[in-house]
Structure formats: C-alpha cells, structure tokens
C-alpha cells in the first residue's frame, strides 16, 4: 500500500485549504485513515482519522470545528478540508493508514504513511 498526499501550499491567516490522500496498491475500505501533522522541531500529531466506512470521525482538540476528514473509497481518496488556518497549523501534513478499519481512535495503530504534504500559515 501506498499513500500520496497533495495540495497543501502557502495561505494567509484565515484562509481555507483541501488536502487530498490517494491509497495505491490496496483498497481503501480495508482501512481507518487518519492525517497527522509535523512541524519543524516538533513530534508528529495527531490531526483527524475516520473510520472505513466515513461514518465515524475523531480530531484533535486543536482542530475540532475548523477541520473536517472525508473519504471516498470508491476513488481510493481521504480529504481533509482546512479551515480558518492558523499560523500554529503550519505544518506538513501526512496521510496514514490503520490496518482495523473499525479502529480509527487507536492512534497507535496508524502503521502505514505516505510523504507528506506542506502547508504554511502566514500572518
């Protein structure tokens, strides 16, 4: 399995952005996927995850309201949709992959990650 995220970029302080994650070489509906950041000199953290199905969600306090995770397993795709971005969001922003798909809040259990994807909040 592979992941690739894109669409990150360069933003102003309040500005929207849509990330996108595409999985190869496996079928997205066997999954849990999640999106983690990780910023310069910082451990990587938790973003947002869902469950196989995109019934289920869970964020990270920080985003909670200004993000959202989607996914469309029929195009193998996870989106993360920004919102009133911060400069504390400047980050690069990874893809992951949870082999339980029913187990989206195990944190721990995301094992699989794509390159990552930057996104820069200016002030």
Request: with cysteine; net charge neutral.
């Amino acid at each position: 399995v592979q992941l690739q995220a894109s669409g990150g970029g360069v933003v102003q302080t309040g500005a929207s952005l849509l990330l996108s994650c595409n999985l190869s070489g496996g079928t997205l509906s066997s999954f849990a996927m999640g999106w983690f950041r990780q910023a310069p000199g910082r451990e990587r953290e938790f973003v947002a995850s869902i469950d196989w199905s995109g019934t289920m969600t869970h964020y990270a306090d920080s985003v909670k309201g200004r993000f959202t995770i989607s996914r469309d397993n029929a195009k193998n795709m996870v989106y993360l949709r920004m919102g009133s971005l911060r400069p504390g969001d400047t980050a690069d922003y990874l893809c992951a992959a949870n082999l339980h798909p029913y187990d989206h809040r195990n944190i721990d259990g995301f094992n699989t990650w794509g390159q990552g994807t930057q996104v820069t909040v200016s002030s």
